[in-house]
């Protein structure tokens, strides 16, 4: 395994990279990279057991662990908070043959395709959906709830406490209490709120259907819908399933799981993609 944190790179004319690490089999060459793109409020590490695992079933690919502007280590981008400013940091990072994005970053793997990459084969969309629609949903909520706390805490423990207050499950709110950092007072954030909820609005009101649809004759996208998940309607499977089938480059997988994939079933996930990943 190759673990290259990059979060102090600068890219052209200064601009900041995206903090990421690279994740190989132990003493193999990849022949080719997959970019994995994580959902709000998240950060590439979410992914390092689907990551690790899939690296040693298929050594001839290596994985990119993300972290996407104003989360994680990627802190400090300027606006626009957009999808499109989230494509346009992807594009300095190396090419990739291939990305996957989970939630939002599924929508941001879509934004990255209709700028057509160089060398990009397959793209896989995990449980999340190419329509436009109203802010809902657990990020949302959660974003909601964060703003209404103050802004230090004496532990971490007490973040869980406030959002299990807010109806929260305790697994959601240890993982948000991650993005806390010690200080001298106590732990504050390391997120921008303000930012954030830019981002996700821009996230809501952008359909990338025209990208679906229009793909380029050399891209292969699968689309993975977690089974006991709502976050893709079935009108928009429908419709994903309709293009594959007049396409023959659109594949629609279904595992059984809850939204949070990469941790509720990782072992299904990873033998999906190491047996549709293209030999390099």
């Not at 200080?183 to 679906?212: C, K, N, S």
Request: glycine share 8%; with cysteine; charged share 25%.
């Amino acid at each position: 395994m190759i673990w290259d944190p990059a979060a102090e790179q600068l890219g052209v004319n200064g601009r900041p990279v995206l903090h990421h690490t690279l994740v190989a089999d132990p003493g193999i060459r990849p022949r080719a990279w997959l970019l994995v793109l994580h959902g709000f409020f998240g950060a590439g590490r979410n992914w390092a057991t689907v990551a690790r695992r899939l690296t040693a079933a298929r050594p001839d690919w290596g994985v990119v662990l993300v972290d996407l502007r104003l989360h994680g280590a990627s802190q400090g981008f300027a606006p626009p908070h957009t999808l499109e400013s989230c494509a346009d940091d992807l594009a300095a990072l190396p090419l990739a043959d291939g990305v996957l994005g989970h939630s939002f970053g599924g929508k941001v793997a879509l934004a990255y395709l209709a700028r057509r990459p160089a060398g990009l084969r397959q793209v896989w969309i995990v449980d999340a959906d190419p329509s436009a629609s109203t802010p809902q949903g657990g990020a949302w909520e959660m974003l909601r709830a964060v703003k209404a706390l103050p802004p230090v805490f004496r532990a971490r423990a007490d973040l869980v406490a406030d959002l299990a207050r807010s109806g929260f499950d305790r697994r959601t709110a240890e993982w948000m209490a991650t993005n806390l950092d010690r200080t001298e007072d106590g732990y504050r954030w390391r997120l921008d709120f303000a930012a954030l909820e830019a981002l996700l609005r821009d996230f809501f009101r952008t359909d990338l259907w025209g990208v679906v649809e229009g793909l380029p004759p050399d891209v292969h996208l699968h689309v993975v819908k977690a089974a006991r998940s709502d976050v893709i309607p079935e009108a928009s499977l429908s419709r994903l399933e309709a293009i594959g089938q007049a396409t023959g480059r659109v594949v629609v997988d279904r595992i059984d799981g809850g939204h949070w994939l990469n941790a509720d079933n990782p072992d299904a996930l990873t033998e999906r993609l190491a047996s549709e990943l293209p030999a390099p």
